[in-house]
C-alpha cells in the first residue's frame, strides 16, 4: 500500500498528514476491535449472523420489494413489474 504524505520539515510527526494517519489506524483497530473481538469463534459470528437474517426475514418477507415500493412511491412514479430473476427493470 502506498500513501503518500506530506511531512513539515518543523512540525515532523506532528504533520497533519501524519496526525491523520495515525488517527485512521487507531480508527480502524477500533472498529476491528468492536465488531469482531478477539475470541469469537466461528460458530459464535454464525449463530449471531442467522439469529439477525431470521429476524429481518420474520419481520420483512420481501425487503427488496417493500424498499423499490417506497422509493417509486416516493417519488411519484410507477413500480417496474419484477423480473424471474427478482430483478427491477429500472430505465
Same mark, same amino acid.
Given at each position: 500500500? !502506498? +500513501? =503518500? @504524505?506530506?511531512? !513539515?520539515?518543523?512540525?515532523?510527526?506532528?504533520?497533519?498528514?501524519?496526525? +491523520?494517519?495515525? +488517527?485512521? /489506524? *487507531?480508527? *480502524? *483497530? +477500533?472498529?476491528?476491535?468492536? %465488531?469482531? =473481538?478477539? &475470541?469469537? %469463534?466461528?460458530?459464535?459470528?454464525?449463530?449471531?449472523?442467522? &439469529? /439477525?437474517?431470521?429476524?429481518?426475514?420474520?419481520?420483512?418477507?420481501? =425487503? %427488496?420489494?417493500?424498499? @423499490?415500493?417506497? /422509493?417509486?412511491?416516493?417519488?411519484? /412514479?410507477?413500480? =417496474? #413489474? *419484477?423480473? #424471474?430473476?427478482?430483478?427491477?427493470?429500472?430505465?
Amino acid at each position: 500500500m !502506498h +500513501l =503518500p @504524505m506530506a511531512v !513539515h520539515e518543523a512540525y515532523q510527526e506532528q504533520s497533519f498528514d501524519c496526525l +491523520l494517519q495515525s +488517527l485512521m /489506524m *487507531r480508527k *480502524r *483497530r +477500533l472498529a476491528t476491535s468492536a %465488531l469482531w =473481538p478477539m &475470541g469469537d %469463534l466461528d460458530d459464535d459470528v454464525a449463530a449471531l449472523q442467522k &439469529g /439477525m437474517a431470521a429476524e429481518r426475514l420474520g419481520a420483512e418477507s420481501d =425487503p %427488496l420489494g417493500k424498499s @423499490m415500493a417506497a /422509493m417509486f412511491a416516493r417519488d411519484e /412514479m410507477e413500480l =417496474p #413489474a *419484477r423480473e #424471474a430473476d427478482g430483478s427491477y427493470a429500472v430505465n
